[in-house]
């Protein structure tokens, strides 16, 4: 599976946007954002076996991953973006199976990483 995401764009303050990934199933499906000089910050992640998700502290409530079963995607629906959300958005695949945030939450646990997608919001 070629892993690149889409769906990015310039949004106002407070609106929203929906990401894609192609998504290849029984794995851990990730999101994650970077900006120029910054390391790469977990966003969210989806287990395709379970559906279990998990969200970073800064997204939480405003951001919603999901899996499409018959579309083999998996989003993310982006809502009340912040300037502070603009970044290249990466989606990624891991074979681990921790349910532990700290461990699906790292980088260096994702073997695959897609092209990323610009998501630039407005103020």
């Known amino acids: 599976v070629q892993l690149q995401a889409s769906g990015g764009g310039l949004v106002q303050a407070g609106g929203s946007l929906r990401l894609s990934c192609p998504a290849v199933?029984?794995?851990?499906m990730g999101w994650f954002r970077q900006t120029p000089g910054k390391e790469r910050e977990f966003v969210a992640a989806i287990t395709w076996r379970t559906g279990r998700t998990y969200y970073s502290d800064s997204v939480k409530g405003r951001f919603t991953v999901s899996r499409d079963n018959a579309k083999m995607t998996v989003d993310l629906q982006m809502n009340s973006l912040k300037p502070e959300d603009t970044a290249v958005y990466y989606c990624a695949i891991s074979s681990q199976r921790s349910t532990i945030l700290a461990v699906i939450s790292s980088p260096a646990e994702y073997e695959e990483w897609g092209q990323g997608t610009l998501v630039t919001v407005s103020s």
């Open positions: 199933s029984m794995y851990v």
